[in-house]
């Protein structure tokens, strides 16, 4: 998946790369609750709060997660109501980039 993501950055697909990120990062945080509480349904927002809650994760990891998924919130409600900027697409895609590092960096994976 990481190499896809790779690929679609390289070659500017960068609604792609915002898609994979999204997939790759809220799974990752969920299968990690999941294993912990085996509950069988949970959102990405109570994924985050868990994971802070129990200390797996770092108060800036925190903030940087529901920063960037308010970013790609926003940006995927915007695509019907205008035209996207697209450096701001390449940010969201460059700031999800970084952290899913810290995220794998801070959870071991």
Excluded: Q
Excluded at 52 to 64: D, Q, T
């Amino acid at each position: 998946m990481l190499i896809k993501l790779e690929n679609s950055i390289e070659n500017e697909f960068y609604f792609e790369s915002l898609f994979i990120l999204a997939s790759v990062i809220e799974n990752h945080t969920k299968n990690i609750m999941k294993k912990m509480t085996e509950k069988p349904r949970i959102s990405f927002e109570d994924s985050i709060e868990f994971l802070f809650e129990e200390k797996l994760i770092s108060k800036k990891l925190y903030h940087k997660l529901h920063n960037w998924k308010e970013n790609r919130n926003n940006l995927v409600h915007n695509l019907i109501l205008e035209t996207i900027d697209e450096e701001n697409l390449y940010c969201i895609v460059l700031e999800g980039k970084e952290t899913l590092n810290i995220l794998k960096e801070e959870t071991n994976v």
